[in-house]
């Protein structure tokens, strides 16, 4: 890998499991469950300066990360209750990288850690609740197409992982 690779993909590339049985989602589960306080220890005491700097050359910046989680979370969220009360519902897709610029990105984070935590706490719950059956469930993306429930919360699980590494080999390349 090369060394914009690994700043990119600091945890690897997303890879589907070849499994989605009770206990690796259950694993996913946890992951999800443990965000907002990863997420809180990560940026823990970071000042603006450090908050508005990117993670690579040409990346966001840690603020961006924080208020991009919240964004693709809400949305992972809510494309979840639809999957369980439509039948494979086509959701939207949205530019990332637009969201990134706009001005409430440039907003200091505690609202996005505040609505990460209560957003993940309602998301675990209901994630919990499901059963197999209700896993096999999910939407058409039109980018990625049919997506399951249980490779939602796989891609999710990593994506959380992925954005706090980010931010964590950040910190410790800068020794902050």
Do not use: C
Request: aromatic share 8%; proline share 5%; hydrophobic share 40%.
């Amino acid at each position: 890998m090369t060394e914009l690779e690994d700043l990119r993909y600091p945890i690897g590339r997303f890879t589907p499991s070849a499994s989605s049985d009770p206990a690796a989602r259950a694993e996913h589960i946890s992951t999800l469950r443990l965000l907002p306080s990863s997420l809180q220890t990560a940026v823990n005491a970071l000042t603006h300066l450090q908050l508005d700097t990117p993670y690579r050359k040409g990346g966001w910046t840690v603020r961006q990360l924080v208020h991009h989680i919240a964004d693709s979370h809400a949305n992972a969220y809510m494309r979840t209750k639809l999957a369980l009360t439509e039948d494979w519902p086509i959701i939207k897709p949205y530019d990332e990288a637009a969201w990134a610029r706009l001005a409430d990105s440039r907003l200091p984070i505690d609202g996005s850690l505040a609505m990460v935590a209560a957003m993940h706490e309602r998301w675990v719950a209901l994630l919990e609740s499901l059963s197999d059956a209700d896993f096999e469930r999910g939407h058409f993306h039109p980018e990625n197409g049919r997506q399951n429930l249980a490779t939602v919360l796989a891609i999710y699980a990593w994506h959380s992982r992925h954005h706090t590494a980010h931010i964590t080999n950040l910190r410790a390349r800068k020794n902050w």
